[in-house]
């Protein structure tokens, strides 16, 4: 009586271990997601793992409003290289921000549903326009003034010209001689020829 008893329970035991193993792969849906910055671009990574087959899984994974992807797949996303799954990788522009959302519809159920999202900042800053660029003040004038010259101006010795278009003479030097006493004698010569000259004619008058 105790052999069947203790047979019941290990028959029992193993239908539960054997339905729990079955039941495993079914419930064990793992979703993995992340978004960074790597280098000067926004990267995000999405693996779906152990989901249930037949192909009626979807996964729908959009940028804002663009849509990456929107497909049906299997027990992986993406499938499997060997016997291991990649991640799927989404590179962006790094100079703007990026909201990406994440939707999976499971196959065998809502509460195996995945939703998330996954917000980067701008991972690098956008090179400024042309028009936003700073241009040098133009100058007022391109024209420097000369720098003033510390010679001074040379001045001429030429007499200005005369009215009549020659120059006048140069002044006569001083010999010391006072010019008052040669107009006197001058004038005593003179004075002595003309009393000869009277003389003269009248002894040959007489």
Known sequence: MASRVLGAFAVAATATIASLALATPASAHTPVSSAECVKDKAVLSVKLTQYAGGNKNTVLIKDGDKVLVDEKFGENW????????ESKKFEADGTVA???TIKVTASDGSNHNYEKTHETAACVQAPP???SETKPPVPSSS????PSSSV????????????????P??????????????????LGLVGAGAGTLLFLRRRRTA
Not at 79 to 85: T, Y
Not at 143 to 146: G, H, K, L, P, R
Not at 152 to 167: D, E, K, L, M, Q
């Open 169 to 186: 003479e140069p002044p006569l030097a001083a010999t010391g001689a006072s010019p008052m006493w040669l107009l006197l004698s001058g």
């Open 129 to 131: 326009t042309k028009s």
């Open 78 to 85: 993406p499938e499997k290289v060997g016997n291991k799954v």
């Open 152 to 167: 001074p101006p040379v001045t001429t010795s030429a007499s200005p010209v005369a009215p009549g278009g020659s120059a």
């Open 98 to 100: 990026h909201k990406f």
């Open 143 to 146: 024209v420097s003034e000369a």
